[in-house]
């Protein structure tokens, strides 16, 4: 069992930027790529970047040049800076965690921008 807890996520205006972060507990050791998805009401939840163990990143079209992940394998965390924020950027935002065949998800974050 994986355990994820999401900070970071607030409300700010057009162009501005926050940090997101995640820690995860529990199995820690089996953890494979950490991502961050992200979802709107009514719509289905996407992803927005996933980093692998070995650091390989990828990234939604939409924030690419704008968002960066990392990892602290170390520290067990993972984050999502993000820089030049729109107000379709708006959404929850959710930490995964891929174990195996399995993947753990946070509770989510708000994170609003205003125009």
């Known amino acids: 069992q994986v355990q994820l807890v999401e900070s970071g996520g607030g409300l700010v205006q057009t162009g501005e930027s926050l940090r997101l972060s995640c820690a995860a507990s529990?199995?820690?050791?089996?953890?494979?790529?950490m991502s961050w998805y992200r979802q709107t009401p009514g719509k289905q939840r996407e992803l927005v970047a996933r980093?692998?163990?070995?650091?390989?990143?990828n990234y939604a079209d939409s924030v690419k040049g704008r968002f960066t992940i990392s990892r602290d394998n170390a520290k067990n965390t993972v984050s999502l800076q993000m820089n030049s924020l729109k107000p379709e950027d708006t959404a929850v935002y959710y930490c995964a965690a891929a174990v195996v065949l399995t993947t753990y998800w946070g509770q989510g974050t708000q994170v609003t921008v205003s125009s």
């Open positions: 529990g199995s820690i050791f089996s953890i494979g790529t």
């Open positions: 980093i692998t163990s070995g650091g390989s990143t």
